[in-house]
């Protein structure tokens, strides 16, 4: 593969992404606290295999720390 001969562009807004299982002992709970302690512009992605009580476990944690409009699970 032959590197760019320029930068790619800056995203429109920032994005910090949490990649793998979706597990407690994995610590999705620090990247939820570490989104909420970033600047609102930033969002979080998390990817993974989150069932349904997952999704709703990590999205009560950011809901407590006040980043669950910043946070999207796919």
Request: aromatic share 8%; proline share 8%.
């Amino acid at each position: 593969v032959e590197p760019w001969s320029q930068p790619r562009p800056e995203p429109d807004r920032p994005l910090i992404t949490f990649l793998g299982r979706v597990r407690q002992y994995k610590g999705y709970h620090f990247f939820v606290q570490a989104l909420s302690q970033l600047p609102e512009a930033v969002h979080g992605l998390i990817v993974g295999d989150a069932d349904d009580a997952a999704r709703k476990h990590v999205m009560s944690l950011a809901r407590s720390a006040g980043c669950d409009n910043r946070l999207s699970i796919e």
